[in-house]
C-alpha cells in the first residue's frame, strides 16, 4: 500500500532554520506531484508548498515565499520542505501528500497522505 512517512519536525527558536523529508513508498514516485500542508490547532490545513513530478516547477504560500523551498529526489522517492527564518506562525503539524501527475493547492485533490510531523517555533 502507499505509504508516505513525513520527519524532520521539531522544536526549534524563532529565525532558526528545520528541514521536513517525506518518504514514499508503494507508489510510482515520479508519477506524483507533491505537496506540503499544514494545520494549526483550531486552524483548517493550508497550503504550503507544491512541486511538479520532474522537480522543474514549485508553488508557495505567501506567507512562507522566501523562506520555505521544496525539491524532490525521485531516486529516492523523497520530497524535502527546507524552512528557514521559522516564526511563530509556522507552528502547525506539517503533512505531505500526493497527487496524480498535476500539482494543485487544493487538499481535497490529493489522492495520499502522511500522517504528519509537528513544528513547533518558539518565541
Known amino acids: 500500500q502507499v505509504q508516505l512517512v513525513e520527519s524532520g519536525g521539531g522544536l526549534v527558536q524563532a529565525g532558526g532554520s528545520l528541514r521536513l523529508s517525506c518518504a ?10 507533491m505537496g506540503w500542508f499544514r494545520q494549526a490547532p483550531g486552524k483548517e490545513r493550508e497550503f504550503v508548498s507544491s512541486i511538479n513530478r520532474s522537480g522543474s516547477t514549485t508553488y508557495y504560500a505567501d506567507s512562507v515565499k522566501g523562506r520555505f523551498t521544496i525539491s524532490r529526489d525521485n531516486a529516492k522517492n523523497t520530497v524535502y520542505l527546507q524552512m528557514n527564518s521559522l516564526e511563530p506562525e509556522d507552528t502547525a503539524v506539517y503533512y505531505c501528500a500526493a497527487k496524480f501527475v498535476v500539482a494543485s493547492t487544493r487538499p481535497n485533490e490529493y489522492n495520499y497522505w502522511g500522517q504528519g510531523t509537528q513544528v513547533t517555533v518558539s518565541s
Do not use: K, M
Not at 513508498?25 to 506531484?33: E, I, K, P, R
Open 24 to 33: 514514499a513508498s508503494g507508489l510510482t514516485f515520479s508519477n506524483y506531484a
